[in-house]
């Protein structure tokens, strides 16, 4: 009877996860969307330019097309989140040609490409590095943390009311700064801190969202709790503090490498406003690179602790 009671809990446990998993997609599929289709209709429309803006490109690049991997690997086109890895890539490709049309009057851009390119692959890098504590491991393998926070429409509200008040919080404070430091007002120097505060938004978000799930249901992101990890380990209270002091030199330097292998020591003078670009876009590089190393090395951790108990 025993056995019997435990294995009717357990299918309905599974299936209980099994429609959360799938409302948690649902979830993820509409907001790409919603995202995906604006982004494109702005980086498609016909003559569009804004002065001052140049610099601003390879950030733009960066931070849209990075947003939008992250969607698509937790959408999982066909239930994998392979494919929607490789769907950002080709995207970055396709509007960046297609920006070349003709009748658009747009012009195209390796090195808008390449910063595209960059910041999906930090974005794979997270998802890879967060997929990797799971205990399969793998890739698509289901996630409950998921499965429990991201199924809930609440939580989804609450993200976009926290990445809304973000950007115009973060953003309007810096602009209003530059502004008194005598900056003249444009579109690069009003939508970099807008940005920056959308970037801001999406990451604290995230931690929060995922932090008061977690606390109120006493889980762990890494799937270990303090108790599991022996004396001689890692305590599971300083991985978060290692991994976050490791991460922010290694980030910087992440950057000046990316830098001097597009631009060289010297840059040419053609090129000149290409390599501001990448060092406009240098502060969200190194938040996002940061947290990649943050959690790639809490990963590391958690694996070593693991191992010791």
């Known amino acids: 009877m025993d056995e019997a ?12 996860d099994a429609a959360a998993a799938a409302r ?45 991997a992250w969607l698509a690997l937790h959408a999982r086109p066909f239930g994998r989140a392979s494919l929607g890895f490789l769907f950002a890539v080709a995207w970055v490709y396709i509007d960046e ?16 490409m390449i910063a595209g390119w960059v910041g999906v692959a930090l974005a794979g890098a997270i ?52 502004a008194q430091g005598g900056v003249e007002p444009s579109f690069g120097s009003v939508i970099h801190p807008l940005a920056m505060g959308f970037l801001c938004g999406l990451v604290g978000a995230t931690l929060l969202v995922e932090g008061r799930v977690l606390a109120r249901r006493a889980l762990a992101i890494d799937g270990l709790s303090a108790r599991e990890i022996p ?17 922010i030199p290694l980030a910087w330097a992440l950057h000046w490498l990316l830098v001097r292998a597009l631009f060289g020591a010297e840059p040419s003078a053609d090129h000149a406003i290409d390599q501001e670009g990448f060092m406009v876009m240098r502060p969200a590089f190194m938040l996002v690179a940061a947290a990649c190393m943050f959690e790639f090395l809490r990963t590391a951790l958690v694996r070593r602790a693991r191992a010791a108990a």
């Open 127 to 178: 998802y890879l590095a967060r997929a990797a504590r799971r205990p399969r491991g793998v890739l698509d393998a289901r996630d409950p943390l998921e499965s429990i926070v991201y199924s809930d429409s609440r939580n989804w509200t609450f993200a976009a009311g926290f990445i809304l008040a973000a950007t115009l919080v973060i953003g309007g404070a810096i602009v209003a700064w530059r």
């Open 231 to 247: 004396h001689r380990g890692v305590r599971s209270r300083l991985v978060g503090p290692i991994a976050l002091l490791a991460a």
């Open 5 to 16: 009671r435990d294995a009717a809990t357990a299918a309905t446990d599974g299936a209980f």
């Open 97 to 112: 040609v297609t920006q070349a049309i003709p009748i658009l009057g747009r012009t195209f851009s390796g090195y808008d």
């Open 24 to 68: 948690a997609r649902r979830f993820w599929r509409i907001a790409l969307i919603v995202y995906l289709v604006p982004v494109t209709v702005v980086t498609h429309w016909p003559r569009l330019g804004f002065a001052g803006s140049g610099a601003v490109d390879k950030f733009a690049h960066f931070l849209g097309f990075g947003v939008i």
